[in-house]
């Protein structure tokens, strides 16, 4: 990864060096890369480092429900058209923009940063469950659906929320398991099957 | 390409829509970049920032070989231990750091940024055959390594080199053109295979 090239130039290099650190690109796609925007007009590759520089300086957490934002609220929570009776949890802000990809759920979101560890020593207090529960306390909440991620962690943060939530009588409900659209079962692996013969389906 | 998320913050969806122009980088990833960025260290998004910037405002075209340089000559020129007699001739500064990979090569290179090409409008005036011509009147080079690309563009420009210099008295090559290391004569193409079966070596 910290390959550099004695015959290029220092500039390049370092340039090479740091979109290497990127996931997902290599040093040759960096390679690739860097001579790109050599070539590539100065307009984009200063939008480029401008738009670098803004997302640290210009967003924040959502002060009522995590997610990333320019303001003090995130365009969801901005959004006066949308339910406020149901919740859905999530562990990142990138899940909710696979989510509102389809444009099906119109309620609100609240995103955790993270889900507990114990092996990783992630523990219900070091994720924003507590500010989830002062949401719920101000009331006008119905719903929770939990969309933490059908992992060990996303399950056991899951079974904590079901716990925590449903004594103040309110219904919990959790994202379906069950087998992923367009796979064959013969492929399936057992968790996968098991969870579609648990969950079962009436239709 | 230019696809918006309107839920996502604005900060996000610039360099969501920045980062999915570079070549091959799609949509998708292009947003998992993004979130990874504002996940990680202020300083590593800052230095990132500051190498692509630094792309534009501190390089420039090496006065010798026109190879990327951090200053009047690049790195390659500038190393006295390297060969004067022989320049090995590409296309593009990345080909330089291709062929220096492997460390075998040891003389100068001379970069044309381009190659002719009657249908894209490009004549022996629009690349740097002249910058070559002038070195070599200048005494001291004995072999010329033709390395364009072997496509149709990059072998007429070889032809034309090959018309101009030889007649200087300097020995005039080019790289050779055969079956690829690794690949299985099957599923070689037509003009690699005729390649093959023409330049056949003795051994």
Known sequence: ???????????????IQELAKLPGVGPKSAQRLTYYLLRAPVEQTQALAEALMALKSKTQLCVSCFNIADGELCPICRNTQRKTSQILVVEQPQDILALEHMALYKG??????????PTEGVGAGDIRI???????SAGGVTEVIVGTNPTVEGETTSMYLKRLIAPLGIRVT?????????????YADDMTLSRAIEGRQEF
Request: charged share 25%; proline share 4%.
């Open 1 to 15: 990864m910290e390959k550099t090239f004695p015959q290029a130039s220092d500039t390049i290099n370092r340039l």
């Open 130 to 136: 507590k500010e989830l529960m002062r949401r719920l």
């Open 174 to 186: 959790r994202l379906a398991r069950g087998l992923p659209f367009g796979t064959e079962l013969e």
């Open 108 to 117: 609100q979101y609240h995103v955790l940063h993270g889900a507990i560890s």
